[in-house]
C-alpha cells in the first residue's frame, strides 16, 4: 500500500488505485465529485501537495507521500476560507455538484498566487465543466476573493 | 497491475523491453482506456528517471522530457508555450510531461515540435523528431528546439479552450535581406497525422513574404495536408483552416470585407427595468439558503450516501442499437462469490413497461433492445469490481435487427418497426385561415430548414442513488423532477402498493429535463428488492452518454410569406423529431414545438405539420425549452430574413406583426394577462448592446464588486462582430391536457416555518424561493423557514419541477396558505400573551408588536410550539382549449447577441450577450438570475457545440472529451439581465416561469447576430464551422 497524507491524517491507497475511487467508494469521503473520469470535467478536483489535480488521473502510485487537500479540508488553507465567503455571498452555485471541484482550482491558484488576473481566473477553471450557472456568478465569487484577499493584506 | 519503479534508465528500458509499458505523468490513461484500449499489466515509472528543466543553449533551446507541460507553458519561450496553452487544462498540464506527449504520438504538441526543428535525444543518441516519429525507438530524454526569427501555432478544436484537437498548425520562418531563407510548417493533431509540408516551404523560400500569392499559398497547402474526415468536421474544413492559419499567421490577415449591417434607426424608450445583480439589487440580494453547505462540499446528494451493508449496483447495457433477446442466462454471474441478486425482466413481478406519457420503455428489456443504452439485466454485489465481473458474466443471446437510423427512414414504408404499433408515434397539425390566400399577398418568402442538434443535459451529477428496504416495502432514493410521479411509475413495475413505496428525489446535482422520466430507479428498486439490502447505484459519464434521455434532434422546414410591408401572410411548417427508441415526453415536446408555431406574432394563414418517429437513436425526451426554444430560432430567424428583404429594422418588423395583448393564442385559446412583448421589444431597442453595432457599447455589463473593469468584450484582428436579438415567447405549466395540480402546506415545528412542498432542488434555488416567498409574504426572517421537498413521506405531492411551474406553485401554495397560518400563529400567540391579535405581527424570528416600526420579536416561532399543517390545493392555471394542448400562461423576453465569427476558423465567440425577462415578480434574485445565465450558457452551447451525432444507432461522443458543453472560455465575457416585473392591475397569476426563459431564444439572437456580421444566416445548430466560413464565401 502507498501512504499519503489525506487532510492532514494519513491515509492508504493501492498503488494501482484511482484516488477518486478510493476516496469516494474506500473512504467514503464523498465532498470529492466524480463526473467523468477522464479528466474533463475538474469534479474531482483535489490539491495534490498545493497544486490542483484532477483525482481521477491520479493513481496511488502517483502520490507516494504526497500531501492531498479535499473539499473537506478546504476550510484549512487561509485562500480557501475567504473564497467560501465570497462565494456564498455571491451565490457561486446552483445545483452545487461541480463546487468541490471549482472551489479547490481556485483555492489553489490563489493560495499561490492571492491577486491573479481575470484572465488567471479563467485560465485556473479551463478544466472544470459547471452545467448550471454559465461560469458567471462563479468567477464574480472568485473576482470577490480576491478582492477580500487584497483588502485583507491593505 | 505491476507498477515497477527502476532505479536506473537501463532497467527501465530492460522492463519495457520485456512487456511493460511506461508512464511518466500518467494523464493520458484513462483517456484511452474510455475509448476501450486496456489497461497494461505492467506499468513502468519513468517519470523520476527524466531530466526535467529548460536549458538555453548555443544551438537551441534544450527541454528536459520530463518537464511538465505547465512549466512549459508559463516559461515564455517561442512557439512552444503557447501550443502547451492549448494542449489541456492547467490540472493536466502539471500531470502531463514533454516527453510524454511525443511519446504518446497523437499530442497536438506534435506539429510545433516539428516547426522548432526539435532534436530529440534518447538514450540511443540524438535523431530529428520526424526519424523519430516514424520510428520511435527509446526513452525520450531531451529535446532541442531551434527556434526561428517568426512563428505561428493554431489549434483548432471544437470549443475555445480543453478540447480534443481538429489540427493544430504550427510554423516559422526567417527572413534575410528581405528574402525567405528558412520556413518550417507543420500540422497534426488528434486524427490528424503529424506531417510537415516540405512542398510547400520548398515553394516559399526566396520569395520576399510581400510576394507571396496568399491565395496559391493557400491552395498549395491544402493539397500538401493531409487530414481525415471524422464525425464532427470534414477534411475540407480541416485542410482549409490550416492553411488559412498558416497563411494569416506567417504573411498577415486577408483583407476584410466590408457588410451591411443591419440598420438600427432610433432608440425606443425601455419600460421600467430591475438590473440583476448584486450591486444593483441590494437588500433583494441574499444568500440561498443550499448555498453555504454546497460550497463547502458537506451536502450529501443521493449518489454520496454510503453505509457498510450497502451493496453496489450494475445495468447490463444492450450494447447493440436494435436486436431481439433470444436468450439470457445469469447463473454464472449468480454464481460469483460477492454477488447478491442479478435481476432480469422475469423479476418482474408488475407491469414491464414506464413512460410518463404511454409505457413503452421496458424496466429490464425482456425479448428485444432498441437502443445500445438499453437495459438487459441488473447487478447487486460487495463492490464495484465484483458488480463488474457479474456484468461480464451475464450471457445474453442476440438476434441483430437492421437499425432505424434516421426519421425519414423511420416513416419510410418499408421501414422496419422499432415498435409494433409502427415508428411514427405522433402527428400534429395545426390549420389557420386560408393558405392560398395568404400565399396571393405574399411578396417577399423566405424558406428554409433549420437543423437542431441531439443535446445532452449534462448534469454534472449523472443518474444514480440508493434504495434499500424499509418496512415492509421500499425506499428508493434517486435524483428526480417529480417523486410523487416516480412512486407511482415504480409502483407499476414492482406491484407494490404506493403507501410502500418511498421515493426521494432531491438534492440533484442538475436535471434541465433530463432525470423527469425514470431513470435507473427500476434497476435499483429491483436489486434492493431481491437481495433485501441497501444498494447504491451510480452511473459513469460514458454510461449515462449513453444510455440516457437527451433533446430531440427536429428538422424544422419554414416557409414563411409577408406582404410589401412587412405583415406576414402566410407561413407552412412541416417538423421532423426524432423520438429515439422510446416515447416519453418526446410527444409533448413536439406539441409545444407546434404550439409556438408562429411565435408571439399574429399570423391568419398558416399550415404546420408535425412528426413524431421512433428511430434506434438513443432516447429523447424532456430537455430545458421543451420544443419552443427550437420552434423560437426558425420563427425568429425567419423574422429578421424578412424584414431584410422589406427593408425594416428588426424591430420595427417584430413590432408591425406582434400579436396583440388580449387576442387569442396560436391555437386560439384565451391567454392570460400582463403580456410584456411590446415591453421586451422596447427594451430590446433602446439596449446599448443593441445601438452599440459591432464595436459594442463602451459600458456595459452590471455594476459588479472586484472587477477589474466593466466594459464590453474587443474583438481581434481576425474578427467580424455582429448584434443581433430575438423576442421569447414561452409558454408555461403542463397544459390543458394533462394533469397539472398541487398540494402545498405551511406548518410551524421546532420553532421553524416548514414549507412542504414536493417540488425538487435541481439547482435552480426552488428552496430560496420558498424561503423568499415566505418571508415576503408573512414578515418572519428567511431563516426562520425550513422547506420540507422532494420526499414523498414528507412532503406533499406538488406536481413535477418542470415546465417552468415551479415558481407559480411555489407563490401560489404560499398565496393560499398564508392568511390561515397567519392566524392561527397569531391566535396561538394572543393566546399566550393575552394579547388581542390586532397587536400582533409576525416579525423576523417570532412574533412582534404590530405597531413598531422595527418589530422584534416578543415571542418566538420556538415558544409558540407546533402549528399543525395549513395545507392548500390548486391547479396551474390552464387555458379553454382543449382539442390539443395549449398553454394559458406564457412568459415573454428578448435576447440580444454581439458575436464575433473568425475569419480564419469559421469558429464563433460570443461577446455579450444581454436578456431581458418579463416573468412578473423576482421571487429571489439570485436564482432568477442564475436560470437566465444558466439557460443562456446551455442555449450557447446548443448553439455552437453540443451535438451527439450518431452512427449507425451508436454514438460517437462517449464521453467529455468529444461532447463539448461550454467551459469557462466560451461563455460571453458580459451578461447583462433584467426583470420587467410588473403585472397588469388585477393579474391575479403571480409570478410566470423563469427556468426555461434563459434558453429559449439565445439561438436564434446569435443567428440574427451572424447574419449582422456576415450577410447570412447559419441554420444547422450547432453552427458548424465549415458552414460560417461557405456562408462568409457565398456572401462576398
Ligand atoms: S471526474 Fe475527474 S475530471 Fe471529471
Ligand atoms: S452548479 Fe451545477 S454544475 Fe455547477
Same mark, same amino acid.
Given at each position: 500500500?502507498?501512504?499519503?497524507?489525506? %487532510?492532514?491524517?494519513?491515509?492508504?491507497?493501492?498503488?494501482?488505485?484511482?484516488?477518486?475511487?478510493?476516496?469516494?467508494?474506500?473512504?467514503?469521503?464523498?465532498?470529492?465529485?466524480?463526473?467523468?473520469?477522464?479528466?474533463?470535467?475538474?469534479?474531482?478536483?483535489?490539491?495534490?501537495?498545493?497544486?490542483?489535480?484532477?483525482?481521477?488521473?491520479?493513481?496511488?502510485?502517483?502520490?507516494?507521500?504526497?500531501?492531498?487537500?479535499?473539499?473537506?479540508?478546504?476550510?484549512?488553507?487561509?485562500?480557501?476560507?475567504? &473564497?467560501?465567503?465570497?462565494?456564498?455571498?455571491?451565490?457561486?452555485?446552483?445545483?452545487?455538484?461541480?463546487?468541490?471541484?471549482?472551489?479547490?482550482?481556485?483555492?489553489?491558484?490563489?493560495?499561490?498566487?492571492?491577486?491573479?488576473?481575470?484572465?488567471?481566473?479563467?485560465?485556473?477553471?479551463?478544466?472544470?465543466?459547471?452545467?448550471?450557472?454559465?461560469?458567471?456568478?462563479?468567477?464574480?465569487?472568485?473576482?470577490?476573493?480576491?478582492?477580500?484577499?487584497?483588502?485583507?493584506?491593505? | 497491475?505491476?507498477?515497477?519503479?527502476?532505479?536506473?534508465?537501463?532497467?527501465?528500458?530492460?522492463?519495457?523491453?520485456?512487456?511493460?509499458?511506461?508512464?511518466?505523468?500518467?494523464?493520458?490513461?484513462?483517456?484511452?482506456?474510455?475509448?476501450?484500449?486496456?489497461?497494461?499489466?505492467?506499468?513502468?515509472?519513468?517519470?523520476?528517471?527524466?531530466?526535467?528543466?529548460?536549458?538555453?543553449?548555443?544551438?537551441?533551446?534544450?527541454?528536459?522530457?520530463?518537464?511538465?507541460?505547465?512549466?512549459?507553458?508559463?516559461?515564455?519561450?517561442?512557439? #512552444?508555450?503557447?501550443?502547451?496553452?492549448?494542449?489541456?487544462?492547467?490540472?493536466?498540464?502539471?500531470?502531463?510531461?514533454?516527453?510524454?506527449?511525443?511519446?504518446?504520438?497523437?499530442?497536438?504538441?506534435?506539429?510545433?515540435?516539428?516547426?522548432?526543428?526539435?532534436?530529440?535525444?534518447?538514450?540511443?543518441?540524438?535523431?530529428?523528431?520526424?526519424?523519430?516519429?516514424?520510428?520511435?525507438?527509446?526513452?525520450?530524454?531531451?529535446?532541442?528546439?531551434?527556434? &526561428? !526569427?517568426?512563428?505561428?501555432?493554431?489549434?483548432?478544436?471544437?470549443?475555445?479552450?480543453?478540447?480534443?484537437?481538429?489540427?493544430?498548425?504550427?510554423?516559422?520562418?526567417?527572413?534575410?535581406?528581405?528574402?525567405?531563407?528558412?520556413?518550417?510548417?507543420?500540422?497534426?493533431?488528434?486524427?490528424?497525422?503529424?506531417?510537415?509540408?516540405?512542398?510547400?516551404?520548398?515553394?516559399?523560400?526566396?520569395?520576399?513574404?510581400?510576394?507571396?500569392?496568399?491565395?496559391?499559398?493557400?491552395?498549395?497547402?491544402?493539397?500538401?495536408?493531409?487530414?481525415?474526415?471524422?464525425?464532427?468536421?470534414?477534411?475540407?474544413?480541416?485542410?482549409?483552416?490550416?492553411? !488559412?492559419?498558416?497563411?494569416?499567421?506567417?504573411?498577415?490577415?486577408?483583407?476584410?470585407?466590408?457588410?451591411?449591417?443591419?440598420?438600427?434607426?432610433?432608440?425606443?424608450?425601455?419600460?421600467?427595468?430591475?438590473?440583476?445583480?448584486?450591486?444593483?439589487?441590494?437588500?433583494?440580494?441574499?444568500?440561498?439558503?443550499?448555498?453555504?453547505?454546497?460550497?463547502?462540499?458537506?451536502?450529501?446528494?443521493?449518489?454520496?450516501?454510503?453505509?457498510?451493508?450497502?451493496?453496489?449496483?450494475?445495468?447490463?447495457?444492450?450494447?447493440?442499437?436494435?436486436?431481439?433477446?433470444?436468450?439470457?442466462?445469469?447463473?454464472?454471474?449468480?454464481?460469483?462469490?460477492?454477488?447478491?441478486?442479478?435481476?432480469?425482466?422475469?423479476?418482474?413481478?408488475?407491469?414491464?413497461?414506464?413512460?410518463?406519457?404511454?409505457?413503452?420503455?421496458?424496466?429490464?428489456?425482456?425479448?428485444?433492445?432498441?437502443?445500445?443504452?438499453?437495459?438487459?439485466?441488473?447487478?447487486?454485489?460487495?463492490?464495484?469490481?465484483?458488480?463488474?465481473?457479474?456484468?461480464?458474466?451475464?450471457?445474453?443471446?442476440?438476434?441483430?435487427?437492421?437499425?432505424?437510423?434516421?426519421?425519414?427512414?423511420? &416513416?419510410?414504408?418499408?421501414?422496419?418497426?422499432?415498435?409494433?404499433?409502427? %415508428?411514427? @408515434?405522433?402527428?400534429?397539425?395545426?390549420?389557420?385561415?386560408?393558405?392560398?390566400?395568404?400565399?396571393?399577398?405574399?411578396?417577399?418568402?423566405?424558406?428554409?430548414?433549420?437543423?437542431?442538434?441531439?443535446?445532452?443535459?449534462?448534469?454534472?451529477?449523472?443518474?444514480?442513488?440508493?434504495?434499500?428496504?424499509?418496512?415492509?416495502?421500499?425506499?428508493?432514493?434517486?435524483?428526480?423532477?417529480?417523486?410523487?410521479?416516480?412512486?407511482?411509475?415504480?409502483?407499476?413495475?414492482?406491484?407494490?402498493?404506493?403507501?410502500?413505496?418511498?421515493?426521494?428525489?432531491?438534492?440533484?446535482?442538475?436535471?434541465?429535463?433530463?432525470?423527469?422520466?425514470?431513470?435507473?430507479?427500476?434497476?435499483?428498486?429491483?436489486?434492493?428488492?431481491?437481495?433485501?439490502?441497501?444498494?447504491?447505484?451510480?452511473?459513469?459519464?460514458?454510461?449515462?452518454?449513453?444510455?440516457?434521455?437527451?433533446?430531440?434532434?427536429?428538422?424544422?422546414?419554414?416557409?414563411?410569406?409577408?406582404?410589401?410591408?412587412?405583415?406576414?401572410? !402566410?407561413?407552412?411548417?412541416?417538423?421532423?423529431?426524432?423520438?429515439?427508441?422510446?416515447?416519453?415526453?418526446?410527444?409533448?415536446?413536439?406539441?409545444?414545438?407546434?404550439?409556438?408555431?408562429?411565435?408571439?406574432?399574429?399570423?391568419? %394563414?398558416?399550415?404546420?405539420?408535425?412528426?413524431?418517429?421512433?428511430?434506434?437513436?438513443?432516447?429523447?425526451?424532456?430537455?430545458?425549452?421543451?420544443?419552443?426554444?427550437?420552434?423560437?430560432?426558425?420563427?425568429?430567424?425567419?423574422?429578421?430574413?424578412?424584414?431584410?428583404?422589406?427593408?425594416?429594422?428588426?424591430?420595427?418588423?417584430?413590432?408591425?406583426?406582434?400579436?396583440?395583448?388580449?387576442?387569442?393564442?396560436?391555437?386560439?385559446?384565451?391567454?392570460?394577462?400582463?403580456?410584456?412583448?411590446?415591453?421586451?421589444?422596447?427594451?430590446?431597442?433602446?439596449?446599448? #448592446?443593441?445601438?452599440?453595432?459591432?464595436?459594442?457599447?463602451?459600458?456595459?455589463?452590471?455594476?459588479?464588486?472586484?472587477?477589474?473593469?466593466?466594459?464590453?468584450?474587443?474583438?481581434?484582428?481576425?474578427?467580424?462582430?455582429?448584434?443581433?436579438?430575438?423576442?421569447?415567447?414561452?409558454?408555461?405549466?403542463?397544459?390543458?391536457?394533462?394533469?397539472?395540480?398541487?398540494?402545498?402546506?405551511?406548518?410551524?415545528?421546532?420553532?421553524?416555518?416548514?414549507?412542504?412542498?414536493?417540488?425538487?432542488?435541481?439547482?435552480?434555488?426552488?428552496?430560496?424561493?420558498?424561503?423568499?416567498?415566505?418571508?415576503?409574504?408573512?414578515?418572519?426572517?428567511?431563516?426562520?423557514?425550513?422547506?420540507?421537498?422532494?420526499?414523498?413521506?414528507?412532503?406533499?405531492?406538488?406536481?413535477?419541477?418542470?415546465?417552468?411551474?415551479?415558481?407559480?406553485?411555489?407563490?401560489?401554495?404560499?398565496?393560499?396558505?398564508?392568511?390561515?397560518?397567519?392566524? !392561527?400563529?397569531?391566535?396561538?400567540?394572543?393566546?399566550?400573551?393575552?394579547?388581542?391579535?390586532?397587536?400582533?405581527?409576525?416579525?423576523?424570528?417570532?412574533?412582534?408588536?404590530?405597531?413598531?416600526?422595527?418589530?422584534?420579536?416578543?415571542?418566538?416561532?420556538?415558544?409558540?410550539?407546533?402549528?399543525?399543517?395549513?395545507?392548500?390545493?390548486?391547479?396551474?392555471?390552464?387555458?379553454?382549449?382543449?382539442?390539443?394542448?395549449?398553454?394559458?400562461?406564457?412568459?415573454?423576453?428578448?435576447?440580444?447577441?454581439?458575436?464575433?465569427?473568425?475569419?480564419?476558423?469559421?469558429? #464563433?465567440?460570443? #461577446?455579450?450577450?444581454?436578456?431581458?425577462?418579463?416573468?412578473?415578480?423576482?421571487?429571489?434574485?439570485?436564482?432568477?438570475?442564475?436560470?437566465?445565465?444558466?439557460?443562456?450558457?446551455?442555449?450557447?452551447?446548443?448553439?455552437?457545440?453540443?451535438?451527439?451525432?450518431?452512427?449507425?444507432?451508436?454514438?460517437?461522443?462517449?464521453?467529455?472529451?468529444?461532447?463539448?458543453?461550454?467551459?469557462?472560455?466560451?461563455?460571453?465575457?458580459?451578461?447583462?439581465?433584467?426583470?420587467?416585473?410588473?403585472?397588469?392591475?388585477?393579474?391575479?397569476?403571480?409570478?410566470?416561469?423563469?427556468?426555461?426563459?434563459?434558453?429559449?431564444?439565445?439561438?436564434?439572437?446569435?443567428?440574427?447576430?451572424?447574419?449582422?456580421?456576415?450577410?447570412?444566416?447559419?441554420? @444547422?445548430?450547432?453552427?458548424?464551422?465549415?458552414?460560417?466560413?461557405?456562408?462568409?464565401?457565398?456572401?462576398?
Amino acid at each position: 500500500m502507498i501512504r499519503f497524507t489525506l %487532510n492532514g491524517q494519513p491515509a492508504e491507497i493501492a498503488p494501482d488505485a484511482m484516488l477518486l475511487a478510493t476516496l469516494r467508494e474506500n473512504i467514503g469521503a464523498t465532498g470529492t465529485k466524480a463526473g467523468c473520469e477522464i479528466g474533463r470535467c475538474g469534479a474531482c478536483t483535489v490539491l495534490c501537495d498545493g497544486a490542483p489535480m484532477n483525482a481521477c488521473l491520479l493513481m496511488g502510485w502517483q502520490i507516494e507521500g504526497s500531501e492531498i487537500t479535499t473539499i473537506e479540508g478546504i476550510g484549512t488553507l487561509a485562500a480557501g476560507a475567504v &473564497l467560501i465567503r465570497a462565494m456564498e455571498i455571491e451565490n457561486g452555485f446552483q445545483c452545487g455538484y461541480c463546487a468541490p471541484g471549482v472551489m479547490m482550482s481556485l483555492t489553489g491558484l490563489l493560495s499561490r498566487d492571492p491577486a491573479p488576473s481575470d484572465a488567471g481566473l479563467e485560465e485556473a477553471l479551463e478544466g472544470n465543466i459547471c452545467r448550471c450557472t454559465g461560469y458567471h456568478s462563479i468567477l464574480r465569487g472568485a473576482r470577490l476573493a480576491r478582492k477580500m484577499l487584497k483588502d485583507e493584506t491593505t | 497491475m505491476r507498477i515497477s519503479r527502476p532505479e536506473t534508465l537501463a532497467e527501465a528500458e530492460a522492463l519495457i523491453a520485456g512487456g511493460g509499458v511506461p508512464v511518466a505523468g500518467g494523464s493520458g490513461f484513462q483517456l484511452e482506456f474510455s475509448q476501450g484500449a486496456v489497461a497494461p499489466a505492467h506499468y513502468v515509472r519513468i517519470g523520476h528517471l527524466l531530466p526535467m528543466g529548460i536549458y538555453r543553449e548555443i544551438d537551441g533551446l534544450c527541454i528536459g522530457a520530463g518537464t511538465p507541460l505547465e512549466e512549459i507553458r508559463q516559461a515564455g519561450l517561442p512557439l #512552444l508555450s503557447e501550443a502547451c496553452r492549448d494542449v489541456a487544462a492547467p490540472n493536466i498540464r502539471r500531470l502531463a510531461t514533454l516527453g510524454g506527449n511525443l511519446a504518446w504520438g497523437k499530442g497536438c504538441l506534435i506539429p510545433a515540435l516539428i516547426a522548432l526543428d526539435a532534436t530529440v535525444e534518447t538514450r540511443e543518441g540524438e535523431v530529428n523528431i520526424l526519424d523519430y516519429l516514424a520510428e520511435p525507438k527509446g526513452i525520450v530524454l531531451y529535446l532541442t528546439l531551434r527556434p &526561428l !526569427a517568426r512563428q505561428t501555432w493554431r489549434k483548432i478544436g471544437l470549443r475555445q479552450a480543453f478540447t480534443a484537437s481538429i489540427i493544430a498548425s504550427a510554423g516559422a520562418m526567417t527572413l534575410e535581406r528581405g528574402k525567405i531563407t528558412a520556413v518550417r510548417l507543420a500540422v497534426g493533431g488528434g486524427a490528424t497525422p503529424p506531417q510537415r509540408l516540405q512542398t510547400v516551404e520548398d515553394w516559399l523560400i526566396g520569395q520576399t513574404p510581400e510576394a507571396v500569392d496568399r491565395d496559391i499559398l493557400r491552395e498549395r497547402l491544402e493539397q500538401a495536408i493531409s487530414a481525415p474526415d471524422c464525425a464532427f468536421r470534414s477534411a475540407r474544413y480541416r485542410k482549409r483552416v490550416a492553411a !488559412a492559419a498558416l497563411s494569416a499567421g506567417l504573411f498577415g490577415l486577408p483583407e476584410r470585407h466590408a457588410i451591411r449591417p443591419v440598420s438600427r434607426p432610433k432608440a425606443t424608450i425601455p419600460p421600467e427595468l430591475t438590473e440583476l445583480s448584486r450591486a444593483d439589487g441590494g437588500a433583494r440580494w441574499h444568500t440561498r439558503p443550499d448555498m453555504p453547505a454546497k460550497i463547502r462540499g458537506e451536502l450529501t446528494y443521493l449518489t454520496d450516501r454510503r453505509s457498510p451493508d450497502m451493496l453496489v449496483g450494475r445495468i447490463l447495457r444492450a450494447g447493440r442499437p436494435h436486436a431481439r433477446i433470444l436468450s439470457i442466462d445469469t447463473a454464472k454471474a449468480e454464481a460469483l462469490d460477492g454477488v447478491a441478486a442479478v435481476v432480469t425482466h422475469r423479476d418482474i413481478k408488475g407491469l414491464n413497461g414506464f413512460g410518463i406519457l404511454f409505457q413503452d420503455q421496458p424496466a429490464l428489456c425482456a425479448d428485444k433492445v432498441r437502443y445500445t443504452g438499453d437495459p438487459v439485466a441488473a447487478v447487486a454485489a460487495v463492490d464495484a469490481e465484483t458488480a463488474a465481473r457479474a456484468l461480464a458474466l451475464i450471457e445474453v443471446i442476440y438476434e441483430d435487427l437492421p437499425v432505424v437510423t434516421s426519421v425519414e427512414a423511420a &416513416l419510410a414504408e418499408e421501414s422496419p418497426a422499432v415498435h409494433e404499433r409502427g %415508428n411514427l @408515434v405522433t402527428e400534429v397539425i395545426h390549420d389557420k385561415g386560408d393558405l392560398a390566400a395568404g400565399w396571393a399577398e405574399a411578396v417577399h418568402v423566405v424558406e428554409d430548414t433549420y437543423v437542431t442538434p441531439r443535446q445532452m443535459h449534462g448534469f454534472m451529477e449523472t443518474e444514480g442513488g440508493w434504495a434499500a428496504p424499509e418496512g415492509e416495502g421500499l425506499v428508493v432514493c434517486v435524483g428526480g423532477q417529480h417523486g410523487a410521479r416516480d412512486r407511482m411509475q415504480l409502483s407499476r413495475i414492482l406491484a407494490l402498493p404506493e403507501d410502500k413505496l418511498r421515493v426521494i428525489t432531491s438534492p440533484t446535482g442538475g436535471a434541465f429535463g433530463g432525470k423527469d422520466e425514470l431513470t435507473v430507479q427500476p434497476a435499483l428498486a429491483l436489486l434492493a428488492q431481491k437481495s433485501g439490502r441497501p444498494v447504491r447505484l451510480h452511473l459513469s459519464r460514458a454510461e449515462s452518454v449513453e444510455a440516457g434521455i437527451k433533446r430531440n434532434p427536429m428538422w424544422l422546414r419554414m416557409k414563411t410569406g409577408c406582404d410589401a410591408r412587412g405583415r406576414i401572410v !402566410a407561413q407552412e411548417v412541416e417538423v421532423l423529431s426524432d423520438s429515439g427508441a422510446y416515447a416519453s415526453l418526446s410527444p409533448g415536446v413536439l406539441e409545444t414545438a407546434m404550439e409556438h408555431v408562429v411565435g408571439p406574432y399574429e399570423v391568419g %394563414n398558416f399550415h404546420a405539420r408535425g412528426r413524431l418517429a421512433y428511430t434506434n437513436n438513443g432516447i429523447g425526451g424532456a430537455f430545458r425549452g421543451f420544443g419552443a426554444n427550437q420552434m423560437t430560432f426558425a420563427i425568429e430567424c425567419q423574422i429578421d430574413r424578412l424584414a431584410e428583404k422589406v427593408g425594416l429594422d428588426p424591430i420595427a418588423m417584430r413590432r408591425l406583426n406582434l400579436r396583440r395583448p388580449g387576442s387569442p393564442g396560436v391555437l386560439g385559446q384565451k391567454v392570460a394577462p400582463s403580456e410584456r412583448l411590446i415591453e421586451m421589444l422596447d427594451a430590446a431597442g433602446a439596449s446599448p #448592446l443593441w445601438r452599440g453595432g459591432e464595436t459594442g457599447p463602451k459600458e456595459f455589463g452590471p455594476k459588479e464588486f472586484g472587477a477589474e473593469e466593466m466594459r464590453s468584450e474587443e474583438i481581434g484582428p481576425e474578427e467580424i462582430a455582429g448584434v443581433g436579438m430575438a423576442l421569447n415567447y414561452q409558454g408555461n405549466g403542463l397544459g390543458t391536457i394533462p394533469e397539472d395540480e398541487a398540494d402545498f402546506a405551511l406548518a410551524l415545528k421546532g420553532g421553524k416555518i416548514e414549507a412542504r412542498c414536493g417540488l425538487d432542488e435541481i439547482g435552480q434555488g426552488m428552496v430560496a424561493s420558498l424561503h423568499a416567498a415566505i418571508s415576503t409574504r408573512l414578515g418572519c426572517g428567511r431563516d426562520d423557514v425550513s422547506a420540507i421537498f422532494g420526499d414523498t413521506k414528507r412532503a406533499p405531492d406538488s406536481g413535477s419541477t418542470t415546465a417552468s411551474r415551479g415558481g407559480y406553485v411555489v407563490w401560489r401554495g404560499v398565496e393560499e396558505t398564508a392568511p390561515g397560518f397567519t392566524a !392561527a400563529l397569531l391566535e396561538r400567540a394572543s393566546e399566550l400573551l393575552h394579547r388581542p391579535i390586532e397587536e400582533l405581527a409576525i416579525v423576523p424570528g417570532g412574533i412582534g408588536e404590530a405597531r413598531l416600526n422595527q418589530p422584534k420579536p416578543v415571542l418566538s416561532f420556538a415558544e409558540l410550539g407546533e402549528i399543525a399543517p395549513v395545507q392548500a390545493h390548486y391547479a396551474f392555471p390552464k387555458s379553454d382549449y382543449f382539442k390539443g394542448n395549449a398553454r394559458f400562461i406564457f412568459a415573454f423576453g428578448a435576447t440580444l447577441a454581439r458575436v464575433a465569427v473568425n475569419r480564419i476558423t469559421g469558429a #464563433l465567440r460570443i #461577446l455579450d450577450l444581454e436578456m431581458h425577462t418579463a416573468a412578473g415578480p423576482v421571487i429571489d434574485m439570485a436564482s432568477y438570475l442564475g436560470q437566465m445565465e444558466g439557460g443562456l450558457v446551455q442555449g450557447v452551447g446548443f448553439t455552437l457545440t453540443e451535438d451527439m451525432p450518431m452512427v449507425k444507432g451508436r454514438p460517437v461522443a462517449k464521453n467529455f472529451d468529444t461532447y463539448m458543453m461550454p467551459g469557462v472560455r466560451d461563455v460571453p465575457g458580459t451578461m447583462r439581465v433584467t426583470a420587467h416585473e410588473g403585472l397588469d392591475p388585477g393579474d391575479p397569476f403571480g409570478p410566470r416561469g423563469a427556468g426555461e426563459l434563459g434558453i429559449g431564444a439565445v439561438t436564434p439572437a446569435i443567428a440574427n447576430a451572424v447574419a449582422d456580421a456576415i450577410g447570412r444566416w447559419p441554420v @444547422v445548430t450547432p453552427f458548424p464551422p465549415e458552414m460560417i466560413l461557405d456562408l462568409m464565401e457565398a456572401a462576398r
